[in-house]
Structure formats: structure tokens, C-alpha cells
């Protein structure tokens, strides 16, 4: 089982620009999850998805959409990135009931310039 | 609204020294207590976990932890460190009335020393 994997690794965009983070895992779980990472400040929850078909915000939604595609993948879209949304991003899964247990992917580092 | 806080932004301890990474949580019920360590450049890898029985849970990697009531706290615990710990390491809560969304706290990174 791969677990939980995201796409891409990297990336560099020019403000303004629009991408779309991919994330899957392989381990049948309900809820999924977009956090980033910024120095210092620990991880921050963007949004997340109890099951297929659910969305809701988290922490620090502004400037991001998500679509829970089906059970397996959870994709983060930034329409118009800035500079602030230079960050680490991670997504993670968890099974229903699991306690907060949750299994996270790589990351995807992003930069805005 | 459940918090955590990691008093410590960075600790350096000696190779074969003992740890305490230390976690306060608040949180008015019993929580369920996370440690995670990430690696440089990696994810986060789950080290132990509590959600009730013995306060003191046992880990992967030699780790443990001690869940206090009294002082609302789950530190993290080495006997003897390897150079291989050197990490950033963060605690996280979670409760039932916020299903499986944890929050973090901002992390303790560990440097070892040869």
C-alpha cells in the first residue's frame, strides 16, 4: 500500500497564477484533509471532508477550494496564488472513529513568487 | 476551542542523553493526546498516541509519553537519544465533539549533538 500520496513534490508558480494539488490514499478512509505548513506556526487545517461528497472549511480557507473527487482523492485548487501562500502543504486521512489518528502523505513545497 | 502549546521551539541534547519534549493542551474533557515526529524534507510520522487507559503509552522508536490530568499535560519522553532523533516534533490533540480533526501545536525541533 502506498498509503497516502500527493502530486507534485515541487512546484513554482508566478502570483496570480492557478494550480491544483492532488492528493489519494489507498486505505479506505472517510476523511480526508489539506493543512499547510509555515515556520513556526506549527500545521494549520485548510479544509477538510468527513466522508465523500463533504467539504468544510478549516482554519484558514481563504484563497483555496477543494473537491473530494471520490472516497480515495481530495484535491486543493488555488485559483490566483500569492505570495503568501508560499507554504509546505500537506494532506492526510484518517478512518471515522479513528480518534484523531491520522496518516499523513510527503508534502508538496510551493512557492509564489 | 481545544489548543496545544510546545513551550520549547528547539532543544539540543547529546547523543545517548535523556529527553523530555514538553506539551500542554487545553481542553475542558478528556482529549485524545497525539506525538508526531517529521523528519527533514518528510511528512509526519505518527509516534504514539493516547486515548484513555494508562497514562503512560508507549511508542515506536524507544518513545514514551505521560498523559496528566492534573497539569494538562502529555510530555515526551527518551531515556537515551540516538543521533537518528533529530527531528521536528509535534503534539496534537483531538476530542470527540471535533471528530477527527486534530489541532497542532507549533512544534519542538531536536538537535543532537555527537
Known amino acids: 500500500n502506498a498509503g497516502v500520496t500527493q502530486t507534485p513534490k515541487f512546484q513554482v508558480l508566478k502570483t496570480g497564477q492557478s494550480m491544483t494539488l492532488q492528493c489519494a490514499q489507498d486505505?479506505?478512509?472517510?476523511?480526508m484533509y489539506w493543512y499547510r505548513q509555515d515556520p513556526g506556526m506549527g500545521l494549520r487545517l485548510i479544509y477538510y471532508s468527513a466522508s465523500e461528497g463533504t467539504t468544510d472549511k478549516g482554519e484558514v480557507p481563504n484563497g483555496y477550494n477543494v473537491s473530494r473527487l471520490n472516497k480515495r482523492e481530495f484535491s486543493l485548487r488555488l485559483e490566483s496564488a500569492a505570495p503568501s501562500q508560499t507554504s509546505v502543504y500537506f494532506c492526510?486521512?484518517?478512518?471515522?472513529?479513528?480518534?484523531?489518528?491520522?496518516?499523513f502523505g510527503p508534502g508538496t513545497r510551493l512557492t509564489v513568487l | 476551542a481545544q489548543s496545544v502549546t510546545q513551550p520549547d521551539i528547539h532543544i539540543t541534547v547529546s547523543e545517548g542523553a535523556s529527553l523530555e519534549l514538553r506539551c500542554n493542551y487545553s481542553y475542558g474533557a478528556t482529549p485524545y493526546l497525539f506525538w508526531y515526529v517529521q523528519s527533514p524534507g518528510q511528512g509526519l510520522q505518527l509516534l504514539l498516541k493516547?486515548?484513555?487507559?494508562?497514562?503512560l503509552v508507549q511508542g515506536i522508536k524507544g518513545f514514551e509519553a505521560e498523559f496528566k490530568r492534573s497539569q494538562s499535560s502529555f510530555n515526551l519522553r527518551k531515556p537515551s537519544v540516538h543521533w537518528s532523533d533529530a527531528a521536528e516534533y509535534f503534539c496534537?490533540?483531538?476530542?470527540?465533539?471535533?471528530?477527527?480533526?486534530?489541532?497542532f501545536g507549533t512544534g519542538t525541533r531536536l538537535a543532537v549533538r555527537p
Open positions: 492526510a486521512s484518517s478512518a471515522v472513529g479513528g480518534g484523531g489518528e491520522q496518516f
Open positions: 496534537a490533540v483531538a476530542s470527540k465533539s471535533s471528530g477527527d480533526k486534530l489541532t
Open positions: 493516547y486515548f484513555s487507559g494508562d497514562t
Open positions: 486505505m479506505n478512509h472517510n476523511s
